[in-house]
């Protein structure tokens, strides 16, 4: 089945070559460093390796702590990021900058994997979260590599389609060394999938480990102030919207300002690309715009578009409310735990499937407000805008939530220790 798959990907290689290419057409960094999408090793990577594979931001933001970790621990070993994404390898150089060597991941074709596992010599791979390839996994088998799935989680959705592949999928997970899953229920679909139940560890979220550093919060403040005039506009924000939720976010925004006419919306879309296009989509909408990009807003905006990489943890701690994006709309949602580490209140849209433990604790512990559309948002954001005492209470639930559940980061940082011994 995995050659059937090999001989697939293969035929369908020129396509996806030509979205590479017309994907530059807005984002100009996909044309760039192709050749590492095929194996193409820079010379400035050593070999013997730690290698970490986090497909984008989100799973470079997750990998940051246990990276951090194990350069501390074992500094003499060199780590090598794999990402997929121009974000993502954005993301690794403005957290980590020179500490860590990056390059793309090739095509998941068993010669180009082969190919790369023999020159980088990885001592292990660190697989973050699900992001599962069949020849990747099966090199590093073939040269003796452990390989380690960590932070790692299985939607109902995902585990449904994983099962549909199942001589694919189960020979795959049985070359899994260990599985550091987020949480228990997750766990049993990976074992019921194929994984063997004794490569399972339950060692919860990395995510919660999340910390904000002085420096971090200083520049927020300094943002703060001048983003919000001193304290004359109030911000909220719209983080890591994709097509589709701006419009909704941009209608509650409308109504909002009837009510509160000096409130600004920090509106931050999930993808560069789509960066220049909100920002005209809302001028469209006739509100007064302005970019992060182009220095501090005028007197007068409305909207300011977070057009700039690597700034959306410090854009949380600049804002009054934060609604994540990714789940207005049937996608999965995004990470709840940034704004949260901020003390600011959170809101998200029903569709959280890709982080359901973590929306579902912090649900419970009153920490999450859940907003359905533009109504529900008006209707939220200006409760919360009225009312400084529910604001200051989401913040202090979502601040114990966090601190109730750290303590991932050390355990995987174990289990990787005790892989490479």
Request: proline letters at 6%; charged letters at 20%; one cysteine or more.
């Amino acid at each position: 089945m995995r050659w059937c798959y090999s001989l697939l990907l293969a035929l369908a290689m020129p396509v996806i070559v030509l979205r590479l290419w017309w994907r530059g057409r807005l984002a100009p960094a996909y044309r760039q460093r192709v050749g590492e999408r095929f194996a193409h090793v820079p010379d400035t990577i050593p070999a013997g390796v730690l290698w970490v594979h986090a497909v984008s931001v989100g799973e470079t933001i997750a990998a940051l702590p246990l990276i951090r970790a194990w350069q501390s621990s074992h500094p003499q070993l060199p780590v090598l990021v794999t990402s997929t994404t121009p974000t993502g390898s954005e993301r690794v150089r403005s957290l980590l900058g020179n500490t860590v060597s990056h390059m793309y991941l090739p095509y998941d074709l068993p010669w180009l994997m082969s190919r790369f596992v023999q020159r980088v010599q990885p001592k292990a791979l660190v697989i973050m979260e699900t992001e599962l390839w069949p020849n990747m996994i099966h090199a590093c088998h073939q040269a003796n590599v452990p390989v380690m799935l960590a932070n790692a989680r299985l939607s109902e959705k995902s585990a449904r389609g994983y099962a549909r592949f199942p001589a694919l999928v189960r020979p795959m997970l049985q070359q899994l060394d260990v599985v550091a899953v987020q949480n228990a229920v997750d766990g049993e679909r990976f074992i019921a999938l194929g994984l063997p139940a004794d490569r399972l560890q339950v060692t919860g979220s990395v995510k919660f480990d999340l910390t904000i550093d002085d420096d971090l919060r200083a520049k927020a403040a300094q943002l703060r102030a001048r983003w919000s005039a001193q304290g004359r506009h109030p911000l909220w924000m719209a983080a890591s919207t994709h097509e589709g939720e701006d419009a909704i976010v941009l209608a509650a925004h409308a109504r909002l300002l009837e009510r509160f006419p000096s409130l600004r919306l920090v509106l931050v879309p999930r993808h560069p690309e789509r960066f220049a296009r909100v920002a005209e989509q809302a001028r469209a909408a006739g509100f007064v715009v302005s970019r992060r990009s182009e220095g501090d807003p005028p007197a007068n905006a409305q909207v300011i578009i977070g057009d700039t990489m690597g700034e959306l943890l410090l854009f949380y701690g600049a804002v009054d409310i934060a609604l994540v994006g990714g789940s207005l709309l049937p996608i999965g949602g995004h990470n709840l735990l940034e704004p949260a580490a901020w003390g600011v209140p959170v809101l998200s849209g029903p569709h959280v499937h890709n982080f359901a433990d973590i929306s579902r604790l912090l649900a419970e512990a009153g920490a999450l407000c859940t907003v359905e559309n533009a109504g529900a948002i008006v209707e939220t954001v200006s409760r919360l805008l009225d009312d400084a005492a529910s604001r200051e209470q989401l913040a202090r639930q979502g601040l114990a939530v966090l601190a109730a559940n750290r303590g991932a980061v050390a355990r995987q940082h174990a289990l990787l220790g005790r892989l490479l011994a």
